[in-house]
Every structure is written in structure tokens, then in C-alpha cells.
């Protein structure tokens, strides 16, 4: 069946680095965009990132451009996300979700989130 | 940047009863409001998109509807697997991506 499933997720120092895996399975990633979303312990959901089916188009939340990278091997049928100058107000359960569609010229189905990992656990503490 | 509101943030409910989630953007979004349901420890579930189109497998019970500022998330008779936190989503095809802050849904 459809299934995504992180990894990587830990225990880090604030301003060091950390990068995360999503592995897809029952589908072929390279059809369709693809977003990391996190949660807080006990708060709601953010968007953190999106890349387009070929990874040509990327775009970040505010609170993390500049410091996390998106990135995808579709030979490999996984999702990254490299993190760095990690801050405690980075720690956050991040899931991988896939969008309905390629790239934004699928106009809203871009923006959503149709198939969810279950989650890795990011923990920024000194 | 649209901000959302939802309201209520929480609701205590019965099995059985007719519950209703508001979703309020700060700028008109037209239909472009997605509805997501979250269990405690599980990662969100798609239940509406378009503000009133259901999700392939979403049971019937789920309703959307509104458009421009203001939407409705409609459970018509609360199942007990139910009690969970809703989230409402902005939808664009250029980010940012917003979510509400979520109406949790608990057992009268």
C-alpha cells in the first residue's frame, strides 16, 4: 500500500545539524510534489518546505529558509531534509507528506496533503 | 501573508450529536480551504478539500462547506473514532501554506 515512512530523527545540540529520510513505497515520487510539515510538542501544524516532482522548485517557511534544505532522489524513491543551525525551537515531531500534484502549474492540489509518514522526532537540546 | 482562525478551539461533544467547526481566513481564499483530522500520537488524515469536496474513503457524516472567509466543517452524528483535533488549511499554488490553529474535538 501507499506508505511513507522518516527516519533520522534525534536528539541534537543546538546549531548543529541533522538530516531526515522519507522512504515512499506503493508509489513512485517522481510524479509528485512533495512537503515537509512539523508539530510542535502540543501545538498545531506548520508547513516547512515543498519540492516539485523533478525537484527543480523549491520553496521554505520563513522560519527555516536559509538553514534547512529540501532535496529528493527519485531513483530512490526517498525525500530529504538536511537541517542545519538547529534552534530548540526546531524541535518538532516532522512528517513527509505527499501533494496530489507535480509542481504549482497543478494550482491548489499543490498545497495538499493527500499521504503522511508517521513522524520522527526532532529534539534540539543542549 | 492569510492568517486562520478556528473556532472553537475546543468542544466537548457526545456520540450522536451534530458538531460544528468554524474556520475564519483574514482575506478571502475563495474555496481554497482544506479540513484535516488528527489523533493523538497519528499524523493528520485528508478529510476535505476545496472547502466542501470529500476525500476518497472520508465517511459521509463530513461536510464542508463556505467560501471566501468564512467555512464550516460539519460531523452530522459524532462517531466515537471522531474525538480528535481538526485543522483547517489554506490551499495556494505558491507557498506559504497555513494551517489554523485546531479545534479539538474531546468526549462530553
Known amino acids: 500500500q501507499v506508505q511513507l515512512v522518516e527516519s533520522g530523527g534525534g536528539v541534537v545540540q543546538p546549531g548543529r545539524s541533522l538530516r531526515l529520510s522519507c522512504a515512499a513505497s506503493g508509489f513512485s515520487i517522481s510524479s509528485y510534489g512533495m512537503h515537509w510539515v512539523r508539530q510542535a510538542p502540543g501545538k498545531g501544524l506548520e508547513w516547512v518546505a515543498i519540492?516539485?516532482?523533478?525537484?527543480?522548485?523549491?520553496h521554505y517557511a520563513d522560519s527555516v529558509k536559509g538553514r534547512f534544505t529540501i532535496s529528493r532522489d527519485n531513483s530512490q524513491n526517498t525525500l530529504y531534509l538536511q537541517m542545519n543551525s538547529l534552534r530548540a525551537e526546531d524541535t518538532a515531531v516532522y512528517y513527509c507528506?505527499?501533494?496530489?500534484?507535480?509542481?504549482?502549474?497543478?494550482?491548489?492540489?499543490?498545497?495538499?496533503?493527500?499521504?503522511w509518514g508517521q513522524g520522527t522526532l526532532v529534539s534540539v537540546s543542549s | 501573508d492569510i492568517q486562520l482562525t478556528q473556532s472553537p478551539s475546543f468542544l466537548s461533544a457526545s456520540v450522536g450529536d451534530r458538531v460544528i467547526i468554524t474556520c475564519r481566513a483574514s482575506q478571502g481564499i475563495s474555496t481554497y480551504l482544506a479540513w484535516y483530522q488528527q489523533k493523538p500520537g497519528k499524523a493528520p488524515k485528508l478529510l476535505i478539500y476545496a472547502a466542501s469536496t470529500l476525500q476518497s474513503g472520508v465517511p459521509s457524516r463530513f461536510s464542508g462547506s463556505g467560501s471566501g472567509t468564512e467555512f464550516t466543517l460539519t460531523i452530522s452524528s459524532l462517531h466515537p473514532e471522531d474525538f480528535a483535533t481538526y485543522y483547517c488549511q489554506q490551499l495556494n499554488s505558491y507557498p506559504p501554506f497555513p494551517f489554523g490553529p485546531g479545534t479539538k474535538v474531546d468526549i462530553k
Open positions: 507528506a505527499k501533494s496530489p500534484g507535480p509542481s504549482n502549474s497543478s494550482g491548489y492540489y499543490y498545497s495538499l496533503f493527500d499521504v
Open positions: 519540492i516539485s516532482y523533478d525537484g527543480g522548485d523549491k
